[in-house]
């Protein structure tokens, strides 16, 4: 027999980074004294957590906790914070995304295949608002002609595309310079 009732919450991968005892001194990083680090929510879409695995010769082979590693570190010198969720699942970005209204100061979303049809999430991210930066390792651009619509485009601040595992550090330095003119 079936199973009865609706399927089980999907699990989340969600990691917070306390940089305050790992930030490097940096010459150029913002000095504030006004309480706690902005804190900067990166989204991760479906299959990402296979990165390194899948597809290496088109995704390259850093997996995703080098990558989150990356925007961490870029995070740290700006003297930004942290958050990650990974999720294969629309409903638990949406979540996050609406989670991060009036907590976090931006998100960077790499919303992977969600790029294309994620509607829901396009209108979460719509309702936030501070900078959103669309990430993708490759430039869909480039790619297969379904891949050349985002539904997240239209409510992102930026898109960062094309640069590999840069990107994710440049994404946070976008950020980081769009909430300095604040």
């Keep these: 027999m079936g199973q009865e009732g609706p399927p089980g919450r999907p699990e989340l991968t969600v990691v917070r980074e306390g940089?305050?005892?790992?930030?490097?001194?940096?010459?150029e990083k913002p000095q504030h004294d006004e309480g706690p680090d902005l804190l900067v929510l990166l989204l991760s879409?479906?299959?990402?957590?296979?990165?390194?695995q899948r597809q290496p010769e088109i995704y390259g082979r850093d997996n995703l906790a080098d990558h989150v590693h990356r925007a961490t570190m870029a995070a740290g010198l700006h003297g930004l914070a942290?958050?990650?969720v990974q999720s294969d699942y629309e409903g638990a970005l949406v979540?996050?995304?609406?989670?991060?209204?009036?907590?976090?100061?931006a998100i960077v979303v790499n919303p992977g295949a969600l790029t294309h049809?994620?509607?829901?999430?396009h209108d979460a991210l719509a309702a936030f608002e501070g900078p959103i930066i669309e990430l993708h390792l490759t430039n869909p651009g480039r790619?297969?002609?379904?891949?050349h619509r985002s539904v997240v485009t239209p409510v992102a601040t930026g898109v960062i595309a094309g640069f590999g595992g840069d990107g994710y550090r440049l994404a946070v330095e976008a950020v980081a310079a769009l909430l300095r003119r604040r």
């Design 95 to 105: 979540e996050a995304v609406h989670g991060a209204r009036g907590r976090a100061a």
């Design 45 to 52: 879409g479906p299959n990402l957590n296979l990165l390194g």
């Design 117 to 121: 049809y994620a509607w829901s999430l």
């Design 19 to 27: 940089l305050e005892d790992e930030r490097p001194e940096h010459p």
């Design 143 to 147: 790619r297969e002609v379904w891949r």
């Design 82 to 84: 942290l958050e990650h």
